[in-house]
């Protein structure tokens, strides 16, 4: 190791020769800078650090990094890392896992891992894709996103990190962005130091409230479901279709409605298949409601999956959508 002369070690020495395989503009490069230099800053020692990954992009982390490392299986790392560290717990030891990997395969384990609070930092990189096995869809894509594997879009809502991890119980959470040098290298140093301070006795929260936050949290998870249930379907009656009712349809829809746009001046109803080709469009017009005309319903068929967009004018031209729509 090349140290500083006054013994206080650099980002170089975290780093080491093996080159570093991720495509060209990848962020993983700048997150990689901003760990080696965080641990140079906070006085990390390389013997008493481990990176622990699964597999995926992300998870090639303990091969760059001049420390201890274990390149572990799939979405296994956290339970490998809180074995680690229940064994040595004087280690600093990072968890390294992205959307896949930590919230598909390795969702059961990264929630344990988080609820046990054991000292691991753990850093999900999140970009909404499986990129290692070239780019199919993951749980924290976005609906509608269009992948090899979900060429319609996806269907599922996505995971929120973030929110996982709070109800999970984890006792640090924060967000960065891989380009922000100086807010992901703030983030980075203050898990360093919260993981530091021994944790806070858990507190005993009065019977009362537990059962009032308990009501609420029903309350909302029964708007949740109240917002995203199917719309009644009534054979021979206009079908309503709205963003908030994607559903499965055992009858072609017949009417759209979407919700007003801020500065829109006229709304175009587009249908499209599930590769997203356009089958069919209105004229513009004014209201947030249109009805599918005979031609059109005829293009429909059973067991076929369709997205609709609303094109909108507001001096320039942009989209609402895509919303989706299964007709069994």
């Not at 004087?90 to 390795?106: A, E, F, N, P, Y």
């Not at 999140?126 to 269009?146: A, C, D, I, W």
Request: proline residues 7%; glycine residues 10%; charged residues 20%.
């Amino acid at each position: 190791m090349s140290a500083a002369a006054d013994g206080q070690l650099t980002a170089k020495d975290f780093t080491t020769e093996q080159e570093v395989r991720w495509c060209p503009g990848c962020g993983d490069y700048a997150i990689l800078k901003s760990v080696t230099r965080m641990l140079a800053e906070v006085g990390a020692r390389p013997e008493r650090t481990v990176f622990v990954s699964g597999i995926g992009c992300s998870s090639r982390f303990p091969y760059y990094v001049e420390t201890y490392g274990f390149h572990t299986i799939h979405g296994r790392a956290p339970a490998i890392a809180t074995g680690l560290k229940l064994a040595q717990p004087d280690l600093d030891v990072w968890v390294v896992t992205g959307d896949g990997d930590g919230l598909s395969i390795g969702g059961n384990h990264l929630l344990h891992a988080l609820r046990r609070n054991v000292g691991l930092k753990i850093l999900l990189f999140n970009n909404e894709v499986y990129g290692l096995t070239k780019g199919q869809y993951s749980p924290t894509s976005r609906l509608g996103t269009r992948t090899p594997s979900t060429p319609g879009g996806s269907f599922d809502t996505p995971i929120v990190p973030g929110l996982f991890a709070l109800g999970a119980g984890a006792r640090f959470i924060a967000r960065a962005i891989d380009v922000d040098k100086v807010g992901l290298g703030a983030v980075l140093e203050a898990a360093q130091t919260a993981a530091r301070r021994r944790a806070r006795p858990r507190v005993a929260w009065p019977a009362w409230l537990v059962g009032a936050v308990a009501a609420l949290a029903l309350a909302v998870i029964g708007i949740e479901l109240l917002l995203q249930a199917p719309v009644e379907r009534i054979r021979g009656e206009a079908i309503p279709v709205t963003p908030a009712t994607e559903a499965r349809l055992s009858d072609p829809p017949r009417v759209f409605e979407w919700p007003a746009q801020p500065g829109a001046r006229a709304y175009r109803l587009v249908l499209r298949d599930a590769a997203a080709e356009p089958l069919w469009h209105g004229a513009w017009q004014p209201e947030t409601r249109a009805e599918l005309p005979p031609e059109a319903l005829e293009r429909l068929r059973a067991g076929a999956t369709y997205l609709w967009t609303v094109e909108i004018e507001d001096g320039a031209r942009r989209e609402l959508g895509p919303f989706w729509f299964l007709l069994e």
